[in-house]
């Protein structure tokens, strides 16, 4: 296995394997990027097939959560830990303290969260051992669980897109695909009904697709025929590299915008998306809305700014729509270079202040 020479290392400032036998506790923490501030990302626990795979996701989520800082306008760099096992049976108090300890030692460098896997409750435990997390329970100050914020930040980048695509004033009467009904896309599916948008949903937990049927008058299809739905509005809420030349191919939606991360199996599929004449609504931009509202636990939560925060998304997401078109580019790239603009400011004025 190599680590600087690693296809997804992007020049991260450092790479932390942690180890705690004791504990059961095998994890790697990376922190991309600290120009604009401390690395905020999540803990996400999961059973790896090996040590390549856990080291690619969390290099290419801590590169992420960079850009979704810098595209946000927050003053946090990007960073991100993964535990290898299983949470169902392999996640104890022990190995989330031993987790917080290996957090604490890195100083505030990097600042940690829940993830896929990993739950608000087991923060609190986490937080015994190190000061540096947020995505708290609201009984310790914090701010619950980000998904409700995170949906509701794709829903404004959503509306959004339709009104810039379409000049539709609200997603009433829409037809959206959203694959995935947990967290996330529970909630989005909430508000896009509530909104008059009609639903096909598809998860691979049954009980999750039958309720929303019940709860959201949806349709309901297999995992594999949701990328072919023929709807205007295609959502990703499930896992990553779902956008592939196969899936790509298939779909018949005029946007595609959910909460996954890292959607576009490469980059190379940002251009087989606009070729298309598909909208991609680039996922770091549209499902910020819950690093927005944890990151607010740093300097006391207040709704209301939080608020304004999420609603910026659909702002951020308009100017990228607009300069992709100006330049003939993939909206993948023009986020990118939004993102890459603020953190050359920050370095620059670093340097400046070194001199
Ligand atoms: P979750 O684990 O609660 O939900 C994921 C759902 O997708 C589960 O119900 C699972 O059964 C389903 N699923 C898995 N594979 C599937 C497939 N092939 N087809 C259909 N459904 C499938 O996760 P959560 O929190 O809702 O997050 C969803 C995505 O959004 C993840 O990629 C996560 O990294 C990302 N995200 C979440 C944020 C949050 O605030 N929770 C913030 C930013 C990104």
Same mark, same amino acid.
């Given at each position: 296995?190599?680590?600087? &020479?690693?296809?997804?290392?992007?020049?991260?400032?450092?790479? /932390?394997?942690? &180890?705690?036998?004791?504990?059961?506790?095998?994890?790697?923490?990376?922190?991309?990027?600290?120009?604009?501030?401390?690395?905020? *990302?999540?803990?996400?626990?999961?059973? @790896?097939?090996?040590?390549?795979?856990?080291?690619?996701?969390?290099?290419?989520?801590?590169?992420?959560?960079?850009?979704?800082?810098?595209?946000? *306008?927050?003053?946090?760099?990007?960073?991100?830990?993964?535990?290898?096992?299983?949470? #169902?049976?392999?996640?104890?108090?022990?190995?989330?303290?031993?987790?917080?300890?290996?957090?604490?030692?890195?100083?505030?460098? @990097? %600042?940690?969260?829940?993830?896929?896997?990993?739950? /608000?409750?087991?923060?609190?435990?986490?937080?015994?051992?190190?000061?540096?997390?947020? *995505?708290?329970?609201?009984?310790?100050?914090?701010?619950?669980?980000?998904?409700?914020?995170?949906?509701?930040?794709?829903?404004?980048g959503l509306a959004a897109a339709t009104r810039h695509r379409w000049g539709a004033?609200?997603?009433?009467?829409?037809?959206? !695909?959203?694959?995935?009904?947990?967290?996330?896309?529970?909630?989005?599916?909430?508000?896009?009904?509530?909104?008059?948008? &009609?639903?096909?949903?598809?998860?691979?937990?049954?009980?999750?697709?039958?309720?929303?049927?019940?709860?959201?008058?949806?349709?309901?299809?297999?995992?594999?025929? %949701? @990328?072919?739905?023929?709807?205007?509005?295609?959502?990703?809420?499930?896992?990553?590299? /779902?956008?592939?030349?196969?899936?790509?191919?298939?779909?018949?939606?005029?946007i /595609?915008?959910?909460? +996954?991360?890292?959607?576009?199996?490469?980059?190379?599929?940002?251009?087989?998306?606009?070729?298309?004449?598909?909208l @991609?609504l680039?996922?770091?931009?549209?499902?910020?809305?819950?690093?927005?509202?944890?990151?607010?636990?740093?300097?006391?939560?207040?709704?209301?700014?939080?608020?304004?925060?999420?609603?910026?998304?659909g #702002?951020?997401l308009l100017a990228i729509l607009r &300069?992709a078109e +100006?330049?003939?580019?993939?909206t993948?790239? !023009?986020?990118?270079?939004?993102?890459? +603009?603020?953190?050359?400011?920050? #370095?620059?004025?670093?340097?400046?202040?070194?001199?």
């Amino acid at each position: 296995m190599t680590v600087f &020479s690693h296809e997804a290392f992007a020049d991260h400032e450092q790479v /932390v394997f942690v &180890s705690d036998e004791a504990a059961g506790l095998k994890a790697l923490i990376a922190i991309h990027d600290t120009a604009l501030g401390p690395a905020l *990302g999540g803990c996400r626990m999961y059973p @790896y097939a090996d040590e390549e795979a856990a080291l690619r996701d969390v290099l290419r989520l801590s590169r992420g959560m960079t850009y979704k800082a810098a595209a946000s *306008g927050l003053d946090l760099g990007g960073g991100k830990a993964v535990i290898i096992g299983d949470p #169902r049976n392999q996640k104890t108090p022990a190995l989330l303290r031993a987790m917080g300890r290996a957090v604490e030692r890195l100083a505030g460098r @990097y %600042i940690t969260a829940e993830d896929v896997g990993t739950t /608000v409750a087991d923060f609190a435990e986490v937080r015994k051992a190190t000061r540096h997390v947020v *995505g708290l329970p609201v009984e310790l100050g914090g701010t619950g669980d980000p998904s409700p914020t995170t949906a509701l930040g794709v829903f404004y980048g959503l509306a959004a897109a339709t009104r810039h695509r379409w000049g539709a004033e609200s997603l009433s009467g829409l037809h959206v !695909a959203v694959q995935g009904l947990g967290n996330v896309g529970w909630h989005l599916c909430r508000l896009l009904h509530e909104a008059g948008a &009609s639903l096909t949903v598809s998860d691979v937990d049954g009980s999750l697709a039958a309720k929303a049927v019940a709860t959201f008058a949806a349709r309901t299809v297999a995992p594999e025929a %949701i @990328y072919a739905v023929d709807a205007e509005i295609f959502a990703p809420c499930a896992m990553g590299a /779902v956008l592939d030349d196969e899936t790509a191919s298939r779909l018949r939606c005029g946007i /595609v915008g959910g909460a +996954a991360n890292n959607q576009l199996a490469s980059e190379d599929h940002g251009e087989v998306l606009r070729s298309r004449g598909i909208l @991609y609504l680039p996922d770091f931009v549209i499902n910020a809305g819950g690093m927005i509202r944890v990151a607010s636990e740093r300097d006391g939560y207040d709704p209301d700014l939080v608020d304004r925060g999420v609603q910026g998304i659909g #702002r951020t997401l308009l100017a990228i729509l607009r &300069s992709a078109e +100006a330049d003939g580019i993939p909206t993948q790239a !023009a986020a990118l270079r939004l993102a890459q +603009a603020r953190l050359a400011q920050a #370095r620059g004025g670093r340097a400046a202040l070194a001199a």
